[in-house]
């Protein structure tokens, strides 16, 4: 439980470590508040609690814990979009029978048994590992469970945001800290077109809307160069676009995998 704990509070703190914080005007701040009010009015409701058991094997033991992650239901299938990196992280672990080079060994835990805690709704939902798209970091959950399934966020309303612009990430504190929707404000900084086309970005992590509610997508981050500096590997976080999560979702639903690749 203390494991489980710590999880959901860096969970939660996530955003608080993006790099570049974004600091408002009083003028802006007035029109954020507004935007919040839009915001959280249009999708609180599709961020939601997933908790999960991740397995890890190494030196013949297997070790099970419990963890939690945000989602984002997604359009009106009951398809659950996650971050891949907090359901099933890789690590360099010290191995002595390794045959890299380094003595290390990749380990990478599993996941599996998941729920999905929605607000307004006593019991969880239970959910199926459905598909990921490794290059983005994404990975997609079916939601099991009598109708109606919470609605998603719309994938078909156009949004595009732009260099220079502020949008509004949104996510959801643990449930035993109340659930509530909470909110941050971000920045774009530019289009990049390595690892994949897209807008860098600096704020949270998560879903990305407009000032006027729009969802415009989801913010990544990814290891843009593995090697990066003294070893550490240099990240960007990334916005991946409405236009592209409709099209990568769509194949995830027609996708019919159950397990985790």
């Given at each position: 439980?203390?494991?489980?704990?710590?999880?959901?509070?860096?969970?939660?703190?996530?955003?608080?470590?993006?790099?570049?914080?974004?600091?408002?005007?009083?003028?802006?701040?007035?029109?954020?508040?507004?935007?919040?009010?839009?915001?959280?009015?249009?999708a609180a409701h599709a961020v939601v609690e997933v908790r999960f058991?991740?397995?890890?094997?190494?030196?013949?033991?297997?070790?099970?814990?419990?963890?939690?992650?945000?989602?984002?239901?997604?359009?009106?299938?009951?398809?659950?979009?996650?971050?891949?990196?907090?359901?099933?992280?890789?690590?360099?672990?010290?191995?002595?029978?390794?045959?890299?080079?380094?003595?290390?060994?990749?380990?990478?835990?599993?996941?599996?048994?998941?729920?999905?805690?929605?607000?307004?709704?006593?019991?969880?939902?239970?959910?199926?590992?459905?598909?990921?798209?490794?290059?983005?970091?994404?990975?997609?959950?079916?939601?099991?469970?009598?109708?109606?399934?919470?609605?998603?966020?719309?994938?078909?309303?156009?949004?595009?945001?732009?260099?220079?612009?502020?949008?509004?990430?949104?996510?959801?504190?643990?449930?035993?800290?109340?659930?509530?929707?909470?909110?941050?404000?971000?920045?774009?900084?530019?289009?990049?077109?390595?690892?994949f086309p897209s807008l860098s970005v600096s704020g949270p992590i998560?879903?990305?809307?407009?000032?006027?509610?729009?969802?415009?997508?989801?913010?990544?981050?990814?290891?843009?160069?593995p090697q990066g500096v003294g070893g550490r590997p240099w990240q960007?976080?990334?916005?991946?676009?409405?236009?592209?999560?409709?099209?990568?979702?769509?194949?995830?639903?027609?996708?019919?995998?159950?397990?985790?690749?």
């Amino acid at each position: 439980m203390k494991r489980t704990a710590r999880v959901a509070r860096w969970i939660t703190s996530l955003a608080l470590l993006a790099p570049g914080p974004t600091v408002l005007g009083a003028a802006e701040s007035a029109d954020f508040e507004r935007a919040v009010a839009a915001v959280t009015g249009e999708a609180a409701h599709a961020v939601v609690e997933v908790r999960f058991v991740q397995t890890s094997e190494f030196g013949g033991q297997t070790r099970r814990q419990d963890s939690v992650a945000l989602g984002l239901v997604v359009g009106a299938d009951g398809l659950v979009l996650v971050p891949e990196r907090q359901l099933q992280p890789e690590f360099r672990v010290f191995d002595p029978e390794a045959s890299s080079g380094d003595g290390t060994a990749l380990l990478r835990l599993a996941a599996s048994d998941f729920r999905v805690f929605v607000s307004g709704r006593a019991e969880p939902l239970a959910a199926r590992y459905l598909s990921r798209d490794g290059d983005r970091g994404l990975a997609w959950l079916q939601l099991e469970g009598t109708p109606p399934l919470p609605r998603g966020v719309d994938l078909e309303r156009p949004c595009e945001l732009r260099p220079g612009q502020r949008f509004v990430g949104l996510w959801r504190l643990p449930a035993r800290q109340g659930g509530a929707p909470t909110t941050a404000p971000g920045f774009v900084g530019g289009r990049t077109a390595a690892p994949f086309p897209s807008l860098s970005v600096s704020g949270p992590i998560g879903p990305a809307f407009a000032f006027d509610g729009r969802f415009c997508g989801y913010v990544v981050t990814i290891d843009v160069d593995p090697q990066g500096v003294g070893g550490r590997p240099w990240q960007e976080n990334l916005l991946v676009d409405v236009e592209t999560l409709a099209r990568l979702t769509a194949r995830a639903a027609g996708s019919g995998r159950a397990t985790p690749r």
